[in-house]
């Protein structure tokens, strides 16, 4: 057997995907910065949170990631994506690049995405469970209907969320995620 | 009444459906490998499926030992040696077979070897006593049984261990839906004797036996359609998952009598084990059917559901089963013949066949497995 004919293949490196996901990060982690000023229920989310919570969302083995914290004067602040020695109380790691595609595509939302094992999830359960939710309030705002259904587990009713809270909280979300 | 004595291994983790493949550098990180030699055989490599499992591992820190694309039918000695050389030559850590029958079968000699730090020969006779290399197995929908089981097939011998269970077992669309329907015909086959077998012996084990009815169950509902169109997505990944079932069931009971005989006839004629099966099964069923004890019940719930079996009386839940049974096997008229006649088996041959299945499996009487292969020859 000629050994050469089998040579060692190095991994290639996915570049478009993982930008539109850092892209999608990025909107994500601002995003949820703005909600949490905008909207009252994101706002008792992370209040109930730890003072010392610290979110890192990132794409497993060599990111993009995202990190989002609460300061010390409990403001909802995203940190950005570089690594500067945090320490997370809440990891969620996606574990491949295409998972996360499903993913920021919306052909999965969160919750199948978990039942699907695409996701691992390191720290408090009680968090990644309010951190979903956030999550789901959050592109409930981004995104518009048609696409926010295929995202979110159930698409709030009339009830939970009138068409002016969520019109108006959308555009005040959209300005406070993209002026800094 | 709780049948509470009994004894059931399940160890590969199986990760099915849309993008399973991309699942795999997480799954060999956790069992600490990066360097996996993969092992295919030349029709999948030209189909494409070593192009797509290369793919999947990109954006990941695992890199390919190896790429050995022309991995035979056959598990010979040769080429497990040369294999287990190329392995250690080039650092690997962990094997992914891509492919079923002999390429997993090649996959796990060559574990056995590289874990071992022994020659192929002498494991037949050693007991594995540790956990093997990490062994991912990646089947395609032309099964032929035992691949995803706690067993080896090489050369002539048979390994059976604990250990020889692959660790992970990636079913993927992009991966099953290439095979013929001649193949998808054997591998249902198989998986339907396996897990009849399975669920039929005398003690039968709960756990073993929800194995066998999910595979009972994926076969009678998607078979039909898949052997009509193999390239049927949905369709072919139920097929290989039902075969991961069956493999599982198959390795936690004693084996039967169609087994022990397919096995036989095929090492003997070089056919595909899963025809064999699908013959001679239709005719132990018969036989079965008529005993004391009869086929079990709980068959038909597996197969038709909870509202037909509730339907059924309870004296006619056997033979309603039988005719479910006969039903999923009449759909492979096309590809497999109703008798062994048709196989071009000469009949002197059958009592040899006995001999070497009643030696190999004592289960059962050389004149058992003798009525079956006469039965079966003639059609009668």
Redo the contacts between chains.
Sequence with gaps: ?N?L??????????FI??IYIAVMLWVVGRAIQAAAKVDREVKEEFAKLKDNFLLKMWI???GPAMYVGKTKDGKVKYLGWKDKGYKPTLTMTI?????AM?LFTFQEGTAISTA??RLVVDGDLPDACALVRILNIVEVYLLPKIIAKLAVKRYPKWSQMNPLRKHFGRILIYVRAFTF | MIPYNFTFLSHPKI?S???AL??I??EL?SLNARKPLVITSARWAKKGLAKTL?K???????????????APNYPSVTIIN?LSK?YR??GCDSIIALGSGGIAHIAKAVNMVVSLKTDILQCTDLTISSPLKPLICVPTADCEGGEMAAVAYYERFEKQSDFLYPDVIVIDSRITRHATSQEIANCALTSLAHAIEACGIVAPNPINDAYAHTALSFIYQYFPKTIKKPCYKDGSVAIVNAAACADTAFSNAPQGIVHTLAQAIALDTNLQPGIVMGILLRYSLAAKLHAKGGIRPELLLALAGIDTYAKTPEKDRQKAAYDYLTKCIDATCNYVPSTLKGLHIPHYKLKEYARLAAAKNKQHKENEYMALLEKSFEGK
Excluded at chain 1, 5 to 14: C, G, H, L
Excluded at chain 2, 58 to 69: M, P, V
Aim: proline share 7%; aromatic share 10%.
């Design positions: 057997m050994a004919q089998y040579p060692e293949i190095k991994p290639k490196k996915k995907k993982r497993w083995p060599n574990k491949s690049v295409e998972a499903l699907r094992n | 990760c459906g849309l993008k991309e699942h550098p997480f990180e290369t999947a591992l990109y954006d990941s820190n695992i890199t390919i030992g190896a790429l050995f694309t022309n040369e190329l030559d080039r």
